[in-house]
């Protein structure tokens, strides 16, 4: 495609319920980021995935949260009984082969995640 | 903790003025991005420069890499209203897959 899309681009939802974040990367990107953001924040790191290495989850606040990355493509962020402090813009990113050192990122436009 | 910090958090100038915003880092990297944000959402690249790179020009921005401080420095300079946008560092982990790891970025606000 001609970026990275997310989707949903907005998501409102109830304390305790489960919410599924889609990430559908540049084609041929191999490494593939996610981040959480909240207002006025900076870029927290959540998940590196790097072409078929074991992806670095060093970043995942909690157990609650887990991603996938199909196919080496699409990418999902699964946040588990969500919290209201979950409530943050889930930014992806994707980049060309994790070995090659001087590539830049690209980014969706974010999902809004509200925990009411 | 992230590997990059940005100084000041926040900065505000006039249109015309020159804007330049600081960032540190912790371990070794390949390369240095910076990236401006509007709006919170995605985030756009600017520039990018190699670890064996001093200096760095793309069009109104000059960018420095000093790897024995582990610092650089981006400069705007002309500034306009339309350079209002929060402003990030990002480096990209030579230990750790060129995992690119963010700074808390720069609020930069240029008044017209």
């Known amino acids: 495609g001609a970026g990275v899309s997310q989707s949903p681009s907005n998501k409102v939802t109830e304390k305790g319920k489960d919410v599924e974040l889609r990430c559908d990367p540049i084609s041929g990107h191999t490494a593939l980021y996610w981040y959480r953001q909240s207002l006025g924040q900076g870029l927290e790191f959540l998940i590196y995935f790097q072409g078929n290495s074991a992806p670095d989850k060093s970043g995942l606040p909690s157990d609650r949260f887990s991603a996938e990355r199909t196919g080496g493509s699409v990418s999902t962020l699964t946040i588990q009984r969500t919290q209201q402090e979950d409530s943050a813009v889930y930014l992806c990113a994707s980049s060309l082969a994790w070995d090659r050192a001087n590539t830049e990122a690209f980014f969706g436009q974010g999902t809004r995640l509200t925990v009411v | 903790s992230q590997q990059g910090e940005e100084d000041p958090q926040a900065l505000s100038i006039q249109e015309g003025e020159n804007a330049t915003m600081n960032c540190s880092y912790k371990t070794s990297i390949n390369n240095l991005q910076w990236y401006r944000q509007n709006s919170g959402r995605g985030l756009v690249h600017l520039i990018l420069?190699?670890?064996?790179?001093r200096e760095k020009h793309s069009g109104r921005l000059r960018v420095t890499l000093d790897t024995s401080k582990k610092s650089s420095s981006l400069l705007i300079t002309a500034s306009r209203a339309a350079d209002t946008a929060s402003y990030f560092c990002?480096?990209?982990?030579?230990?750790?897959?060129?995992?690119?790891?963010f700074g808390g970025g720069t609020r930069l606000m240029v008044k017209p």
């Open positions: 990002a480096t990209a982990l030579k230990n750790a897959g060129n995992m690119l790891t």
């Open positions: 420069i190699r670890s064996n790179e």
